[in-house]
């Protein structure tokens, strides 16, 4: 995986840009190396939105198409009405997709969050029929834990590919959990997802960090957020000492990891995906990973 292939653009927040700032931002990511696009059935609306925004606007050439990776996510019900792991409702919102982005096939279909109600022999259903069919050529989950993957691993055959997991300097506990492994009393040893990262580097499972620079569960930017004061103090120092941006920073903090994570934004400022593609060319020293893990608010035993 080259540094470039380690951020992926999020098409999030596309639906209501015009098709000019929609092909600006495309362009933009391309010319700084990306080619990894990520989308949801939900986004926009509820009903494909943003997908359909993403075709809209680009028409992508079939030369063009194949020159990049499009994955998409499906099982939250449209309306904040729970969700749906039947092959029915998989299949069908994949095709939705599929129609929505005008493409024959999708380089990643994910399940977006985890449904209590899951019978894993119904998704394997649906993923045998999208793969024989050649709509989807793998899969993922989003938001799983280990026990939710190995339940899903029951019955489907085909690899998980991927589980994008929110990950980053504002939301941490990914990695800070087994940092505090075993310290009684400390809220951060707490293991609230089986062990996520070091079975996802056991089993080959790539892990996509969304919204990198969020604190907590949509609370800000750490960035803007006005209690982080020493974690923006730390990355502006380093960026100063690296000559490069606090965003660029943040980014290769992820990156620096040796899960070789992918970086989702979600951002639509061409500049900023440049700033990210070159923290991804960046790597952080020890001493500056956990300087800025501690300046987090996060605890080294």
């Given amino acids: 995986m080259s ?21 600006d931002l495309y362009a933009g990511a391309r010319e ?18 943003c997908e359909r925004r993403f075709n809209e606007a680009l028409q992508l050439s079939p030369a063009e198409r194949e020159q990049v990776v499009l994955q998409t996510k499906c099982g939250i019900r449209s309306g904040g009405r729970g969700f749906d792991f039947s092959a029915q409702y998989i299949v069908r919102r994949a095709e939705e997709s599929l129609e929505a982005l005008g493409t024959e096939y999708l380089d990643v279909l994910m399940l977006h969050r985890p449904d209590t109600l899951v019978e894993p022999e119904e998704v394997a259903s649906a993923f045998s029929q999208l793969e024989a069919a050649g709509k989807v050529r793998s899969f993922g989950v989003s938001n799983h834990t280990t026990p939710q993957i190995e339940l899903l691993k029951t019955a489907v055959t085909q690899p998980i590919a991927v589980n994008q997991v929110q990950f980053g300097l504002g939301h941490a506990a990914l ?9 009684e009393g400390l809220k951060q040893s707490a293991v609230r997802d089986g062990g996520l990262l070091e079975y996802a580097r056991i089993n080959g499972i790539t892990l996509e960090a969304w919204s990198p620079f969020q604190r907590g569960f949509f609370s800000g930017s750490i960035f803007e957020q ?27 903090w992820i990156t620096r990891h040796p899960a070789r994570m992918r970086v989702v934004l979600g951002t639509t400022r061409v500049s900023r995906v440049g700033e990210a593609v070159a923290g991804a060319q960046l790597v952080l020293s020890r001493e500056e990973w956990y300087e800025l893990f501690v300046a987090a608010g996060y605890e080294v035993p």
């Fill in 3 to 23: 540094e470039a292939a380690r951020i992926a653009l999020g098409m999030m927040r596309i639906e209501n840009l015009s098709d000019g700032e929609i092909r």
């Fill in 32 to 49: 700084a190396g990306v080619t990894h696009f990520d989308h949801a059935d939900i986004y926009g609306g509820g009903e494909h939105g």
């Fill in 175 to 183: 990695v800070a959990q087994g940092i505090a492994a075993n310290m």
């Fill in 226 to 252: 006005g209690g982080l004061r020493e974690l923006q103090a730390v990355l502006a120092r380093i960026a100063t000492e690296r000559g490069t941006t606090p965003t660029a920073i943040a980014t290769a």
